[in-house]
């Protein structure tokens, strides 16, 4: 098992703390023996979400190439089909960098047991392991067990072990009960100090369900003084919350809960039911955020996974005060053909309300001509009169690179090749236009999806940029500027729903298509031919 020669840093500023409401702050992580200048992410900012420990549909050198991409989460339970899983087996320092190909001194690497988004059915946790999804099914893991596969990963950030329940719900106070005292067991076990091995940085799930309650009295245990044996777990900790670095929420189980206790006590509809500018469940589950960071320290980071829309985002920061917000969502648009198009804070308000992407896979883009997104320009069209910003994704600015593309660990540091020519730079191209990216869709090339997911995550960055710079220059203006994006974009994401049919449609005709070739070549095989049978 690999030992880390030094401890790095995790530090999170915040300059005005506030408990809820909008606030900005910086996350500055420094790892010695890498980089003389530290991994900096300004908050309220974004992470990307992994499928197996990769970002869907980009190479290695693809999320080289962008600076939206610098906190990656990795889900633990992908890799736990083998024992011991194959990240585990990594030797050298930063281990799981070198075997998931991201670059130490560029990006910030966390690892959950469990993937936030996925809401499926599981068998129930019990007081010593937790239900995860594998690819050869469900695997049963321990807290002693996760705590030696971090031990030998060595991740920057680690996601404590939760009893959340994915069994049907709703759920009764009993289960609710045991949920925030396994919990807490659970996390004491990664923060039990041991000789030789730095702390790690733990983010803390917040327990309790749908109830006010129990998030609340999960979140006064963190900060309760630990008394006999539990207080020699942790010692020299006084309290569970010293050796917290964040908290994160999960908003998947929370929906699902609130859907099954709506079905079981339908409700009847109020003015906000009606209202179609406020996603689903958010005003009910912002109650339950306030309630879990009630008494907790605000001057640490939150975190809220699998967030839905720009809109969703909103409400939170303006009502919580939440710093990171996964990009599953976006991420997941560009499966689906979807380019963003949005921007904060709004230029224009005026006129009718507009999708926040465009459906490529739409036959009225089969000859749109235009750029992915009419909030942005590319970066060959630079013109210093123009009020767009530039959009520097490999969609909106392709540029014939002027470095080495490196396809594995061989970068410069460790090839001792030169990072870049001598006095060359990018030299830009036109952006690759709508028609492009509907044709390369309906003909099912993954370079489609590699475009889309690189100019999703920049407009995202570019989305957190623009609220970072009003809640900082112009906070008199925050509520303001909410209000113009909400009567500027439609909250109901229907282009979504739209790119979902699409795709499925094509998908089912290429299927069809396939299945025609196949019977076509099939009977080219049996033409002229005589099957001879026995009399």
Sequence with gaps: MSQPSAAATFTFSLPSPSRYGPRIGSILYRRPGVSSEPIQIQTPGLLTATSRGVVPHLSRDNHRATSAIRWVNVPFETFLEHNPPLPTLQPGPNPLHTFLGFTPGKHLLSMSARDPYDG?????????????????GVRKLSPSDWRSYVQACQ??????????????PPYSQKRMTKSIDRSATWLSTI??????????????????????AARKAFSDSLVERLYGPEADAVAPLVTLDEGVTGYSVDLVPLRQSLEAEERKNPRTSSPSDLNPVIPSHTEQIIPLLKSSFASV???KPRLVNSTESPHEILQYI?????????????????????ALDFEFPVRHSSGDKRDIGHNLYDTRYA???????????????????????????????????????????????????PARDPDSGPHYKPPHTRAYIHHL????????HTLLVMHNLEVLDAFFAGIRHVIAEHPERWTEEV????????????VFTAAKESWKSVELARGKGRLAREKGKQEETTLGTVVETDD
């Design 191 to 212: 923060l039990k100090p041991k000789e030789g091995e730095h702390p790690p940085n733990v983010f803390v799930h917040m327990a309790g369900g749908t109830s006010l």
């Design 441 to 448: 869709l309906h003909t099912h090339e993954m370079s489609a």
């Design 297 to 299: 320290p605000e001057t």
């Design 120 to 136: 499926r059915e599981m068998p129930a946790n019990s007081v010593n392991h937790v239900s995860v999804y594998s690819l050869r």
């Design 367 to 417: 000859l749109d001509l235009k750029p992915f997104a009419d909030a942005f320009r590319g970066a060959l069209a630079d013109d210093s009169s123009s009020a767009l910003p530039v959009c520097r994704c490999l969609a909106c600015s392709p540029f014939h690179p002027a470095t080495r593309i490196y396809h594995g660990y061989d970068t410069p540091e460790h090839s001792g090749l």
């Design 483 to 494: 209000e113009k994006f909400f009567r500027r974009y439609d909250s109901d994401t229907r």
């Design 318 to 338: 303006s009502s919580v005060g939440i710093d990171l917000f996964d990009a599953h969502w976006a991420q997941r648009a560009a499966d689906i053909g979807v």
């Design 155 to 168: 991740p920057d950030v680690v996601f404590a072990l939760s009893d959340t329940p994915f069994t049907d």
